[in-house]
């Protein structure tokens, strides 16, 4: 049989999910495991160069077959940490938003955030690499993963971070679910069992990760404990169910 093509997030957010994952000799005779930023590995897995990806829930509409292959995901229960709104201004001043590029979940959230909870029209503008440093004045921007960690720790950080998560919980008093490992089409049982019980072993080795991935500028074990919520829950797949309804009538 070809291997199979897997797409993972490059974050550290990933690295308890990928950790038995790069450490199993079965699985890895199986796959050809690709790391990038939650956007590209989305449209890998629209454009076929994939056939599983730890991909943004909000791709799921545009992929015909799409089904969760694990039990595991990137998601929160309230403040997440590393999907924020930057702003000089609190949100009802905020006039234009820029949307990370890396993101696809995330970015539509805020949009989805903007009409149902805060209920303020804004003009959104999809970013390009550099924008960070365009954020000012009236002007806010979504930015996720590691970046947020180093943009809170930055001479020139904003003074008012919305945690993106935090406010989609106030909203709708549910955890959320960014990112899922989703195949585009039907995978072989026995690997799909395989990579479910890989996705757990960092999880139950937190400290070994953490040993694996030195980060001076956040508690690691705090992000991976308590921030990331990586179990799919029934209540985080209402939460996706309700996030694509309110994604697709912005
Ligand atoms: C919590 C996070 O969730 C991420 C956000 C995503 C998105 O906005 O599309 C996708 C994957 C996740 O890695 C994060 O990036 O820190």
Not at 219 to 247: R, V
Request: hydrophobic residues 40%.
């Amino acid at each position: 049989m070809d291997k199979i093509r897997v797409a993972a997030v490059s974050y550290l957010n990933s690295k308890p999910l990928l950790y038995g994952i790069k450490r199993s000799p079965e699985l890895l005779s199986q796959i050809i495991l690709t790391e990038d930023y939650p956007k590209k590995i989305g449209e890998m897995l629209v454009s076929g160069e994939a056939d599983v990806g730890l991909i943004p829930v909000a791709f799921i509409p545009l992929i015909p077959h799409w089904q969760i292959v694990s039990d595991y995901c990137i998601g929160s229960v309230g403040k997440v940490e590393t999907v924020s709104l930057f702003s000089d201004v609190p949100v009802d001043k905020i006039e234009k938003v820029l949307l990370d590029y890396q993101s696809f979940s995330s970015v539509n959230l805020c949009r989805v955030l903007f009409k149902n909870h805060w209920k303020k029209e804004v003009v959104f503008e999809n970013a390009t690499a550099g924008y960070i440093q365009q954020i000012s004045g009236t002007t806010a921007g979504v930015i996720i993963g590691d970046r947020v960690f180093e943009q809170k720790a930055s001479a020139n950080c904003q003074p008012y971070i919305y945690d993106l998560a935090e406010e989609w919980t106030k909203f709708t008093k549910l955890p959320f679910m960014m990112a899922a490992w989703i195949a585009n089409k039907k995978l072989p049982e026995d690997f799909t069992k395989l990579f479910n019980e890989a996705n757990k072993t960092g999880l139950e080795n937190i400290d070994a990760v953490i040993a694996e991935n030195p980060y001076p500028l956040y508690d690691l074990k705090k992000y991976f404990m308590e921030d990331i919520s990586y179990e799919i829950t029934g209540d985080k797949l209402k939460a996706m169910q309700l996030f694509i309804t309110l994604m697709q009538e912005l």
